[in-house]
């Protein structure tokens, strides 16, 4: 899972990995939309985890 977190924080990996992907076949345009729309999901928990730990450390 930790793999994948770095990839998926990784920009650069995320655009080799659509294209590998979409060179092979494997998924399809509509396919890497929902995976773009995964990425942004998981992106934006991120930094809704950042500020919340900003905001405990203000606490603190």
Same mark, same amino acid.
């Given at each position: 899972? #930790? ?5 998926? #924080?990784? !920009?650069q990996?995320? #655009? !080799?990995?659509?294209? #590998? ?10 396919e890497?939309?929902e995976l773009d729309?995964l ?7 991120? !930094?809704?985890?950042k500020?919340?730990?900003a905001q405990?450390?203000?606490l603190?």
């Amino acid at each position: 899972m #930790r793999e994948l977190w770095g990839l998926i #924080r990784s !920009d650069q990996a995320v #655009r !080799d990995f659509k294209s #590998r992907f979409l060179l092979s076949g494997v998924f399809s345009f509509t396919e890497l939309g929902e995976l773009d729309t995964l990425i942004s999901v998981v992106h934006h928990m991120g !930094d809704q985890k950042k500020e919340m730990v900003a905001q405990l450390t203000n606490l603190t």
